[in-house]
């Protein structure tokens, strides 16, 4: 996958595209992704993934209180290039892109700086200035610029459409297994060690204390997780808990997120580290 920061300078051939923000990269955006790169074997094009940094709710006016995505901008860019597809556009979304009506969106970025020839979009596409892009705003452009447009179904399982938001409430409340069967992988979260009160060392359980590597990247509910800990080229089970930890802690206002690495020894201060959750227990 060739990255563009930016939409500047691009040749492309006969663009097939798709447009988001793609929060955690789940199983619904991955059948679009599937459908996109198939559509642009069979039609001799290439597919193109275009999405936006920061997340546009960072940008927009409301309040930021309780916001948290599924992915940073490092970790989704991992996540599509376990994908097919071969372009990633990444547009800097800021407040005069965000005032932009989706027809001009459409005529001065896809149509004349990536040339589109395919849009594919997903089933509750919207975008532009409040959100008024919709399937019949795209049709409408794509018969004025030549270019033909395609909507596709969701993806759905008993318990609904799969979606960012119904993962980010099913890690929120505690029901990592749904989310981890909707995102298709195991949730992960990075960050450093810090030095924490080393209060696990003296009870014979040392926990290395975490701080997650974005401010906005989702914590899951507080509770006690089974996970895997990669440091470095290492990968190792161990136990983490995530909470308030009332008996031992007088500021009830900070929560903890501590790991205790299975037969571990060593200085892990300032390292950086992967926390990928498995069970929730």
């Known amino acids: 996958m060739i ?4 939409y500047e300078g691009l040749s492309l051939k006969h663009p097939l595209v798709t447009m988001g923000v793609f929060d955690g990269v789940h199983r619904g955006h991955r059948a679009l992704l599937d459908y996109l790169v198939l559509s642009a074997l069979k039609g001799g094009g290439e597919s193109v993934v275009v999405t936006f940094n920061p997340h546009p709710r960072l940008v927009l006016p409301g ?19 376990q994908t097919s597809v071969g372009h990633l556009i990444i547009i800097r979304f800021d407040g005069d892109l965000s005032n932009l009506e989706a027809s001009e969106f459409i005529r001065r970025i896809l149509v004349q700086k990536i040339g589109i020839k395919h849009f594919i979009i997903g089933y509750d596409h919207h975008f532009g200035k409040n959100r008024k892009g919709d399937l019949g705003v795209i049709e409408s452009c ?3 610029y030549n270019f033909s447009v395609e909507q596709v179904n969701e993806v759905s399982v008993p318990e609904g459409t799969i979606s960012s938001t119904a993962i980010r409430e099913a890690l929120l409340s505690g029901r990592l297994e749904d989310a981890n069967k909707w ?7 990075g960050g450093k060690i810090v030095p924490g009160r080393k209060l696990g060392r003296s009870l014979g359980f040392p926990t290395a204390n975490i701080r997650p590597d974005d401010d906005f990247k989702l914590v899951p509910a507080n509770g006690v997780y089974a996970v895997n800990v990669r440091i470095g080229e290492k ?3 161990g136990v983490m808990s995530i909470g308030f930890n009332p008996t031992v802690n007088k500021d009830l206002l900070q929560r903890f997120l501590e790991v205790h690495i299975f037969d571990f020894t060593g200085n892990l201060y300032g390292q950086d580290i992967r926390v990928t959750f498995r069970f929730r227990l």
Request: aromatic share 12%.
């Open 235 to 237: 990968t190792i089970p």
């Open 3 to 6: 990255i563009h920061n930016g």
């Open 63 to 81: 309040s930021k209180e309780g916001l948290s995505f599924l992915t940073t901008l490092e970790e989704k860019t991992k996540l599509l290039e």
């Open 142 to 144: 794509g018969k004025l």
């Open 183 to 189: 995102l298709g992988y195991f949730y992960s979260l």
